[in-house]
């Protein structure tokens, strides 16, 4: 029903290598994705791979993510990550789990958002919105992120693991919130364990749910 409900569900972190994509990943954190976004042409003008990074002006790059809110330590990350890559890799982002989460401020996260975005291979992206849903659904109790991607992971098939963490995020930032999730405007409720959390009303859930990105 979900994948009915947001057909062009995707990824809404804007990139087109895999370098790109580890880079906005990594920058998302603590903000919005539409503002990095805003940044990353001229970024990636500035800095198109990862030997152009490792070498970059600390201040200059500063600049260019100082829009995103904790600029300096999110400088530290991309200079210490770009100069990994280049000594381990070659200068190229690995297309493997194991690899990935060896690079500086790189974990399960944002590993599977690169795997199974960039490179096509399987993963499930448990940010707070997976989380959350698959704790609603009764998929699971775990608030661990790793303990929880491993149980949801249990459950579905391998294939369709990238595309299940695009419908409960998109889901989660358009109807199922945190604190007030849009209960009587979900098209999942019929079956929602934790239906009633929120408004059950039409009208009243209608004005929570939000459209975000490219929904």
């Not at 990943?25 to 030997?51: C, E, G, I, W």
């Not at 409960?168 to 358009?174: A, D, T």
Request: proline letters at 7%.
């Amino acid at each position: 029903m979900l994948a009915q409900t947001y057909p062009d569900a995707r990824c809404e972190l804007d990139f087109d290598t895999p370098f790109e994509l580890l880079v906005v990943t990594v920058l998302s954190a603590q903000t919005t994705d539409k503002r990095v976004n805003s940044v990353r042409p001229t970024l990636f003008a500035a800095y198109p791979d990862a030997p152009a990074m490792a070498g970059a002006d600390r201040a200059e790059l500063e600049r260019i993510v100082g829009p995103l809110g904790f600029f300096r330590a999110k400088t530290e990350s991309l200079l210490k990550l770009s100069q990994a890559l280049v000594e381990r890799h070659g200068g190229e982002v690995p297309p493997r789990l194991e690899d990935l989460v060896k690079l500086p401020g790189v974990g399960r996260k944002t590993a599977n958002v690169v795997l199974g975005n960039a490179f096509g291979v399987p993963g499930i992206t448990v940010d707070t919105h997976f989380g959350r849903l698959a704790r609603r659904f009764g998929w699971t109790s775990e608030t661990d992120p790793v303990k929880a991607e491993h149980a949801v992971g249990a459950l579905f098939p391998k294939r369709d693991w990238t595309m299940l963490s695009h419908h409960l995020i998109w889901h989660g930032r358009r109807v199922c919130h945190a604190r007030s999730p849009a209960c009587g405007a979900c098209p999942v409720a019929r079956w929602c364990p934790s239906y009633g959390e929120g408004p059950t009303d039409a009208t009243q859930a209608a004005a929570l749910v939000r459209t975000e990105g490219r929904a």
